[in-house]
């Protein structure tokens, strides 16, 4: 059987990450690991360095100090390969009056990805089969999410 969502199996680990901007810390050292299905909180004050750090571990900007590392697949398969890392704000980036594939070819266009994804495919993989001429304002929120 398929997993619904591949990515479940990705792994994300930091150890003593820091980031400084000037020889100003913004954060760190921090470490922490991640498995497909966590789920991370990061709280603090503004200025505090959360987009910063989530701009580090998406690979972004390069910390300071520490190290970072993504890996695809689980203990059992190997042997485990590096992944991109995405970081998903809170704008999507995506055109409302496009619809979903139209926005996934474009981005596409842009920066190349795996050339044996499909985007209705990928479509189908986030749940959103038969939804892909569909122009983004006439989704729900959620939905646009899983497009981006």
């Known amino acids: 059987m398929q997993t619904p969502f591949?990515?479940?199996?990705?792994s994300l680990s930091a150890r003593?990450?820091?980031f400084d901007r000037d020889g100003e810390a913004i954060f760190g050292p921090l470490s922490l690991e991640?498995?497909?299905?966590?789920?991370c909180a990061i709280g603090g004050a503004n200025g505090a360095g959360k987009t910063t750090?989530?701009?580090?571990?998406a690979g972004l900007l390069a910390p300071s100090a520490g190290s970072l590392a993504s890996q695809a697949g689980t203990p059992q398969s190997a042997p485990a390969s590096p992944v991109p890392v995405a970081l998903l704000g809170?704008?999507?980036g995506l055109k409302l009056d496009l619809s979903a594939r139209s926005n996934l070819l474009f981005r596409e266009a842009?920066?190349?990805?795996?050339?044996?994804i499909d985007v209705d495919a990928a479509?189908?993989?986030v749940g959103l089969a038969g939804f892909g001429s569909l122009r983004l304002r006439e989704l729900s929120a959620g939905q646009r999410r899983r497009v981006a």
């Open 16 to 18: 003593d990450l820091a």
């Open 123 to 125: 479509l189908d993989q």
């Open 53 to 57: 750090l989530l701009q580090v571990l």
């Open 110 to 116: 842009l920066a190349p990805c795996d050339p044996t």
């Open 6 to 10: 591949p990515f479940a199996k990705l």
């Open 90 to 92: 809170h704008l999507n």
């Open 34 to 39: 991640l498995r497909g299905g966590d789920l």
